[in-house]
């Protein structure tokens, strides 16, 4: 009865181990099904012959809960302590992984309780992972917290009430990032050994580095650059298959690519725990960027340029709590969401017609939540925000919005476009199909510093910022427009891209917290100037008006945990080390002259 935890004789994938571009290899030794006694005589053998460089152990799902399989105290501490002895004669570092707790309602529907002779499953695991804790320390092997993870996690377990989803085998692989990073193991060889959380059972490509299992999270999150279709393409095949929404229309974002459409739901984040725009330019990578011929020099102006603007002194400031752009996730095809009227308020030379105005102005109103606030809701300032629904998949992004007396919107101007789900297919560019928030005509949302990203203090995706001043009359794709007034030809094109130096030692420079985390997403990532701001640069991150309203506390402001996370230094980081930066030549990547989304909206339909 090897199905009870929902795996049906599951085969081995070929194809196990991959090397990332930076030379990090992962091997994918895991198999469905397997009891901690199997693992220690055939596995763990193996493993060692591979000569890793690091080996991470699961095992004891099916020994815990699968009453077939069930060990006695006993059984377990011996099989743990032998599997920990042999993995350690490969004379590299161990990490052991506890065993995830299960949805035990679920089980017991399913199951006799009474199989588990009077010891419920999760207590089993609770005592199983005691174990784990204790060998571990004893024989050297590191553990990692696997329901620790999990509490960071939405949507941990699959349906199947034992194993890890998508987002669940992504919070592993980032709790192992962080244990690599900070014991600084190696990632020469990473061999990953045990049972069906290894394997991947019941996600897409399992027992591969290449889909969803944590082995191929791991390999995505330790690889700098890594983006690729892999990503989208396999997180696809398990969206795919799942049970359309509840209300979904079946069209423009009901065939999403991206693991967001299992997580996403009214009022969650687009940044946490599956990035939205995966598999886009915004994830392409910085370590093999080309150098513009004039990058050092646009880097000197860089450090230079606020200073023709404003007399303060201030050079780099953050935009955590206006002058960014607020994202509502919305369901539409929940008739309790609110359907505000937003109507045209601009001038008429920037009047959108057509199926520009549709989107943007449609006459049953725009679905939003009641307490939906504008970026600078005191009147004063660019004020924007963006809706994005998971129903239609269409993503609006307002320019200028304010709330008029009697509840509706006015808004200036705005862009849109649509398959949210779908974005590395349709949108690799991120480019809005019509009209534009942030000059640069991109989806400007999902480059900023994300909430929940801040929180974990590691961002996965380029980020934006405004500039003091850009070069005149020069766009770099992705970005379709400018605003630049500047005639020195070492100033920066909007949509440029730049990075720290891959083998700049960040921690040498001493940065304050929040500009660290800057300095590391734009060494792996790069970033890009989206507007211009004719004062200082200004990175730009997610508002906290969605969360207040739900919290009652803006994260960003006084007795926020973000603000006490990053000290306070949320307005001003003149450390910001901009003379470092390198910046790649205008129009990195540009697939070619013709390229716009209508041409990749045609190649893939």
Not at 118 to 124: A, T, V, W, Y
Not at 146 to 171: C, K, M, T, W
């Amino acid at each position: 009865m090897r199905i009870l935890i929902a795996i049906l004789l599951l085969h081995l994938f070929a194809g196990p181990a991959a090397m990332g571009q930076s030379g990090v290899k992962v091997v994918n030794m895991g198999a469905a099904g397997l009891e901690l006694e199997k693992i220690r005589t055939d596995l763990a053998p193996k493993a060692v012959g591979q000569k890793p460089s690091l080996i991470i152990f699961s095992g004891g799902l099916n020994d815990t809960v699968n009453p077939n399989m069930l060990k006695s105290r006993a059984e377990l501490r011996k099989e743990f302590s032998g599997i920990f002895s042999e993995l350690k004669k490969a004379e590299c570092p161990v990490i052991a992984l506890t065993i995830p707790l299960v949805h035990e309602h679920g089980m017991i529907k399913q199951v006799d309780p009474a199989l588990y002779g009077g010891i419920s499953p999760s207590n089993r695991i609770i005592e199983a992972n005691s174990y784990i804790v204790k060998l571990g320390a004893e024989q050297g092997v590191e553990v990692v917290d696997v329901n620790a993870a999990s509490a960071n996690s939405a949507d941990f377990l699959q349906r199947r009430f034992a194993l890890p989803s998508i987002a669940g085998h992504e919070a592993i692989a980032a709790a192992l990032q962080s244990v690599i990073s900070k014991k600084k193991f190696s990632t020469e060889k990473i061999v990953c050994v045990g049972d069906e959380i290894t394997y991947g059972a019941g996600v897409n490509r399992p027992g591969t580095v290449m889909g969803g299992a944590y082995p191929a999270a791991l390999r995505r999150f330790l690889t700098p650059g890594l983006t690729s279709s892999v990503v989208g393409s396999t997180a696809g095949a398990v969206a795919s298959a799942n049970t359309k929404r509840k209300g979904s229309s079946g069209s423009s974002g009901s065939t999403g690519g991206s693991a967001a459409r299992e997580t996403l739901k009214a009022g969650g984040s687009v940044f946490w725990p599956n990035y939205l725009g995966e598999g886009t330019v915004y994830t392409r990578g910085v370590a093999n960027m080309p150098l513009a011929e004039n990058s050092a020099e646009i880097a000197k102006y860089m450090k230079e340029m606020p200073g023709k603007y404003n007399n303060k002194g201030v050079i780099t400031s953050v935009n955590a709590t206006f002058f960014n752009l607020p994202i509502y996730v919305v369901d539409s095809s929940d008739p309790e969401t609110p359907r505000p009227k937003v109507y045209f308020s601009g001038i008429d030379s920037r009047r959108p017609y057509g199926k520009m105005n549709e989107i943007l102005y449609p006459e049953d109103g725009v679905p939003m939540p009641s307490y939906a606030k504008a970026a600078n809701p005191q009147r004063s300032g660019d004020s924007a925000m963006a809706i994005y629904d998971i129903n239609t998949g269409i993503i609006r992004e307002y320019f200028l919005i304010l709330k008029d007396e009697e509840g509706n919107w006015g808004g200036n101007y705005g862009g849109w476009s649509q398959d949210m789900f779908d974005l590395a297919n349709k949108n690799y560019a991120m480019q809005h199909i019509e009209g534009t928030d942030f000059v640069v005509g991109m989806i400007g949302g999902l480059a900023q510093v994300g909430i929940e990203e801040a929180r974990r203090g590691q961002v996965n995706h380029a980020i934006c910022f405004t500039a003091a001043n850009a070069r005149r009359g020069v766009t770099s794709w992705p970005a379709k427009g400018n605003d630049g007034t500047d005639d020195n030809p070492n100033a920066p094109a909007q949509g440029q891209w730049f990075r720290l130096p891959p083998d700049l030692d960040i921690d040498s420079l001493n940065l304050s917290p929040f500009t660290k985390l800057l300095a590391e997403t734009v060494q792996k990532w790069g970033g890009f100037a989206s507007d211009k701001n004719v004062f200082c640069h200004a990175f730009n991150c997610e508002p906290g008006f969605q969360e207040e309203a739900r919290t009652g506390q803006d994260p960003w402001r006084e007795g926020g945990d973000l603000f006490k996370k990053y000290k306070g230094r949320l307005g001003v980081i003149n450390d910001f080390p901009w003379e470092l930066t390198e910046w790649a030549p205008v129009d990195w990547g540009k697939p070619g002259t013709e390229y716009d989304y209508r041409k990749t909206q045609q190649q893939a339909e």
